[in-house]
């Protein structure tokens, strides 16, 4: 891993994501790319009855001036974070009215290999990452995402819950999840939720997980967990384990289309006290080394 991107709009709650991105930067090496969009509404200036028409670039631009010296100032206060220290830290900040998509974009244009986002946490889901920043930046980025709904703890990510229904698309993503588990050693949980309008046969799932889990060497652990919903199993199993990140895969764009329904990936991120990693299954689609 050689670049992080962590986007941040000053919030307490970003600065969870400066946190992790920290820890995750000193244990790999990375360069750090902190990154603020300066948010700028699409203006629309009516001409008055007399005929005068505003100067409307002129204002939008003095506008735009002192948003960009404003994100330049605080920027410079946010590199004397002591948890920065002695790392590689970048900066930069453009002015947008689109947020996720310039966030999105800037992470292609310095070829991240992950983002990293805090977010508000779990609560009411009209509350929180709902149609929010960070729910668009799941939906619509290519690059693999780590949201930290909570402040995080020294030595992160040392239990990691991989949820897959196993598919062959899994096998492609994997890698990725397991290398974000190596960085701390982390133990690899491979989960597989059974429901009642989605059954499934246990002699079946468990065939299916052994066949993945001897595939990349073997040293999991395996379960299967049945509840009413898949994502409540997923964060049932993820709290009983006491597990540090969620690991699920996603077609991204149309909704969030998912391993399972059409609404597990979106409501474990709107939900989830735990970190999440959401890794888009295009990109890693042709890496597949299942034959």
Same mark, same amino acid.
């Given at each position: 891993?050689?670049?992080?991107?962590?986007?941040?709009?000053?919030?307490?709650?970003?600065?969870?994501?400066?946190?992790?991105?920290?820890?995750?930067?000193?244990?790999?090496?990375?360069?750090?790319?902190?990154?603020?969009?300066?948010?700028?509404?699409?203006?629309?200036?009516?001409?008055?009855?007399?005929?005068?028409?505003?100067?409307?670039?002129?204002?939008?631009?003095?506008?735009?001036?002192?948003?960009?010296?404003?994100?330049?100032?605080?920027?410079?206060?946010?590199?004397?974070?002591?948890?920065?220290?002695?790392?590689?830290?970048?900066?930069?900040?453009?002015?947008?009215?689109?947020?996720?998509?310039? !966030?999105?974009? *800037?992470?292609?244009?310095?070829? &991240? $290999? +992950?983002?990293?986002? %805090?977010? /508000? @946490?779990?609560?009411? =889901? #009209?509350?929180?990452?709902?149609?929010?920043?960070?729910?668009?930046?799941?939906?619509?980025?290519?690059?693999?995402?780590?949201?930290?709904?909570?402040?995080?703890?020294?030595?992160?990510?040392?239990?990691?819950?991989?949820?897959?229904?196993?598919?062959?698309?899994?096998?492609?993503?994997?890698?990725?999840?397991?290398?974000?588990?190596?960085?701390?050693?982390?133990?690899?949980?491979?989960?597989?939720?059974?429901?009642?309008?989605?059954?499934?046969?246990?002699?079946?799932?468990?065939?299916?997980?052994?066949?993945?889990?001897?595939?990349?060497?073997?040293?999991?652990?395996?379960?299967?967990?049945?509840?009413?919903?898949?994502?409540?199993? !997923?964060?049932? *199993?993820?709290?009983?384990?006491? &597990? $540090? +990140?969620?690991?699920? %895969?996603? /077609? @991204?764009?149309?909704? =969030? #289309?998912?391993?399972?329904?059409?609404?597990?990936?979106?409501?474990?991120?709107?939900?989830?006290?735990?970190?999440?990693?959401?890794?888009?299954?295009?990109?890693?689609?042709?890496?597949?080394?299942?034959?």
């Amino acid at each position: 891993m050689k670049k992080i991107l962590v986007p941040t709009d000053f919030s307490e709650p970003s600065y969870y994501g400066l946190d992790a991105a920290a820890q995750l930067a000193r244990s790999t090496g990375a360069e750090i790319y902190i990154f603020n969009v300066c948010e700028v509404s699409n203006y629309y200036f009516a001409a008055e009855p007399g005929g005068f028409n505003p100067p409307a670039s002129i204002m939008l631009d003095g506008i735009n001036e002192n948003l960009k010296r404003s994100s330049a100032l605080r920027l410079r206060n946010l590199l004397k974070r002591p948890v920065l220290k002695g790392l590689k830290v970048n900066t930069a900040y453009e002015v947008s009215s689109n947020i996720h998509n310039t !966030i999105t974009t *800037y992470a292609e244009k310095i070829k &991240a $290999d +992950l983002i990293v986002m %805090g977010s /508000h @946490g779990a609560g009411n =889901l #009209k509350e929180i990452i709902l149609g929010s920043t960070a729910e668009r930046v799941v939906r619509f980025a290519v690059k693999p995402v780590i949201i930290i709904p909570v402040k995080p703890a020294k030595g992160i990510f040392k239990k990691v819950v991989f949820a897959s229904d196993f598919t062959k698309e899994a096998y492609g993503i994997f890698p990725f999840v397991r290398e974000i588990a190596s960085i701390n050693k982390a133990e690899i949980h491979l989960l597989k939720i059974n429901t009642m309008d989605q059954f499934s046969r246990t002699i079946d799932d468990r065939e299916k997980i052994k066949t993945f889990s001897k595939k990349f060497g073997g040293k999991f652990v395996t379960a299967l967990y049945n509840d009413y919903m898949k994502e409540e199993g !997923i964060l049932n *199993y993820s709290r009983e384990v006491k &597990a $540090d +990140l969620i690991a699920i %895969g996603t /077609h @991204g764009k149309k909704g =969030l #289309k998912r391993f399972f329904s059409e609404d597990v990936s979106e409501g474990i991120v709107r939900l989830s006290h735990i970190p999440i990693l959401i890794v888009n299954l295009k990109k890693f689609k042709n890496k597949s080394d299942l034959k």
